[in-house]
């Protein structure tokens, strides 16, 4: 059984940074993308940041303040926040694209993300 897990969530002052990890693991043969998505409260869930075979692609409006990574080995992607802002107060849910006996979307549970300012 497929599962992810996140962690590096909590509160920070706005200028600040923050990082989140993701591992996945279970039963799955390949990772064809992993990446974060977040929900504000009131708000749609949006794409942040995804890192897969096609590339990298992150939300216009982080104006280059974050940066994903994967590590292949440990099957865990990270997202580095910098310069956090109150606007990205969120939930943030890890993603990943995993083939099992066909490719199939995941979830995480959601990590809570506050910054004050």
């Known amino acids: 059984q497929v599962e992810l897990v996140e962690s590096g969530g909590g509160s920070v002052q706005a200028g600040g940074s923050l990082r989140l990890s993701c591992t996945a693991s279970g039963g799955f043969f390949r990772i064809n993308a992993m990446g974060w998505y977040r929900q504000g409260s009131g708000k749609q869930r949006e794409l942040v940041a995804r890192i897969g075979d096609g590339g990298t692609n992150y939300a216009d409006s982080l104006e280059g303040r974050f940066t994903i990574s994967r590590d292949d080995a440990k099957n865990t992607v990270h997202l580095e926040m910098n310069s956090v802002k109150p606007e990205d107060t969120a939930v943030y849910y890890c993603?990943?694209?995993?083939?099992?006996?066909?490719?199939?979307?995941?979830w995480g549970q959601g990590t809570q993300v506050t910054v004050s300012s």
């Open positions: 993603y990943a694209n995993l083939r099992t006996t066909r490719d199939r979307d995941f």
